[in-house]
């Protein structure tokens, strides 16, 4: 074995937290689902995350994993097969106990194309995906019941990521009782092992969850009710916060309001800058015309005025010239990307035989700023000769184009941008530019699929050894360049999240929220302070 590796120790409460309280979360849009298999954008992602557990998770603020419901787990020396002994009396919120049959059952949803995953991709490395994944089984063979609390995941490739897929949703763990009672409307019914449990959920008005009572961690969660007023437009949100009727304005701090919360001293000390791996960019559907050529891809990345659109935002963001954000392992700095270059665009969609271009839809998320900056885009557009309509939609019409295949030809990514589910590069590769994400509800926009570059992504992927870390990650840099060639997408800007919380998440009174259990948003890294 490559070693016994322990839970650590238990996550330690703060020794002045006090339990109870509630708090209250605005979102503009509703949540399209809260079943872990399914729910896929920032907004449901965390709540999720509050509702259920996974094998998996990051010790708070880190990028360091550590067991959740495993107890431990063992490695084998090929790095293969991994061996999870679960933590005994932890229950469903249903009052039954976990056990790995879940584990096992759970797995086999989320890669069985019935379930229409978005993330089935995540979990290829696994014995038996591909039979699963064809219609062929409906069981993955590498996932096997050892004992009520032993499970053995057995992989057909070594896998570096394999422990960072242990920890995101799509790993978390669903009672098979609850998924046949409820079925396509489990998303509406969830029942996880999570530290809240939903209390209510009026479409189209609020969701509220509430403290788990016998959640495994005990001690936590703090919050007893959590309160998701739905319909609210930030910039309410925001009026709302500064009267103190809510709490969180979810949807973050307006960009049409940032200046003057941050020209305001008293303002400035409740809002809370989140890091994240984070990329927005212009997907460009490669199975369409005239997208199907690259040079017509090559010249939308010429046109794009990166640093016009930065200023939009009030300069929380700088320019993209790839996929990567540079925070993340494997992000080349010498790369230098599209130089905005609006004659060589033109002279690039002449050699495709545009040279009087042409009309097309830019998809994008009716959030401020996002329809701003796709009239920026637009604006870019049209001086290369591509007159483009823009299509403004709520979040879930643009996820619903985007994946699928006649949907969109280009989406502005905005509110929905990349945000990696774990801190390794794979993470930028498989959903959205492998082939594995050019799937019917899948994350791959562009529809883009190069099997050299799926190839050599999993030769990246097969160097476990932490000492060729560097070898591994040049290989993906190599693999970000050729995508970069190959132009599905238009990287604009990697960006930082900003938002705010009431005075009563704050001094010496505040309500206390954990780290881990904060549904609010999922990438944000929040400072001590703040929970």
Request: proline share 7%; hydrophobic share 40%; aromatic share 10%.
């Amino acid at each position: 074995m490559l070693g016994l590796m322990p839970a650590s120790a238990e996550e330690k409460l703060d020794p002045n937290a006090k339990q109870g309280g509630a708090i209250t979360i605005t979102y503009k849009d509703d949540v399209a689902t809260l079943d872990p298999a399914i729910g896929y954008d920032w907004q449901n992602w965390s709540m999720i995350k509050s509702l259920f557990d996974g094998l998996m998770d990051y010790e708070p603020g880190t990028t360091n994993l550590r067991p959740e419901l495993a107890e431990s787990y063992e490695i084998s020396p090929d790095g293969t097969a991994f061996t999870f002994k679960l933590r005994k009396g932890v229950k469903f919120h249903n009052g039954r106990e976990m056990t790995a049959d879940d584990v096992k059952y759970s797995l086999d949803r989320v890669t069985n194309p019935k379930t229409q995953s978005p993330g089935a991709g995540f979990f290829a490395s696994i014995k038996g995906y591909e039979d699963v994944a064809g219609g062929k089984a409906e069981s993955l063979s590498g996932v096997v019941v050892v004992d009520p609390t032993t499970v053995k995941i057995e992989l057909s490739r070594p896998d570096a990521t394999f422990l960072h897929v242990m920890a995101i949703n799509f790993s978390h763990v669903v009672p098979k009782e609850e998924v046949e009672k409820y079925g396509a409307d489990f998303g509406k019914h969830p029942v996880g092992t999570g530290a809240y449990k939903l209390g209510e959920w009026t479409l189209g008005q609020r969701l509220v969850f509430e403290r788990n009572a016998d959640y495994w961690h005990k001690g936590l969660p703090y919050l007893d009710k959590i309160t998701f007023e739905i319909g609210q437009e930030p910039i309410v949100a925001l009026l709302r916060l500064q009267k103190g009727e809510v709490d969180v304005p979810g949807d973050g701090i307006p960009p049409a309001k940032f200046q003057e919360v941050m020209a305001d001293p008293a303002q400035k000390a409740r809002v809370v800058e989140g890091g994240q791996l984070q990329t927005g960019y212009i997907t460009m559907n490669t199975t369409m015309a005239p997208f199907d050529n690259v040079k017509v891809r090559q010249a939308v990345n010429m046109a794009i005025n990166k640093e016009r659109i930065v200023k939009i935002i009030n300069n929380r963001a700088v320019p993209a010239n790839q996929p990567l954000p540079p925070s993340m392992p494997g992000y080349d700095k010498n790369f230098a990307g599209y130089k905005y270059d609006v004659e060589k665009a033109k002279a690039l969609l002449g050699e495709a035989g545009h040279a009087d271009g042409f009309e097309t839809q830019l998809f994008v998320m009716n959030t401020d700023p996002n329809p701003r900056i796709a009239q920026a885009i637009q604006q870019d557009l049209a001086a290369i000769g591509i007159k483009a309509s823009i299509q403004s939609l709520a979040q879930a019409n643009v996820i619903a184009a985007g994946g699928d295949k006649a949907g969109a030809p280009m989406i502005w990514s905005g509110g929905m941008a990349w945000i990696a589910d774990f801190p390794d590069p794979s993470n930028f590769y498989g959903p959205i530019l492998g082939c594995g994400g050019a799937v019917q509800g899948g994350w791959n926009w562009a529809w883009y699929c190069n099997k050299d570059l799926d190839a050599k992504a999993a030769t990246a992927d097969s160097i476990v050894d932490p000492t060729k870390a560097d070898e591994r990650y040049k290989l993906w840099g190599e693999i970000y360049a050729k995508v970069m060639e190959d132009a599905p997408w238009a990287p604009v800007f990697n960006e930082q999240r900003f938002t705010m919380r009431s005075p009563r998440m704050a001094g010496d009174d505040k309500l206390y929220v954990d780290p881990v259990h904060i549904p609010i948003n999922y990438d944000y890294v929040y400072v001590n302070d703040v929970q």
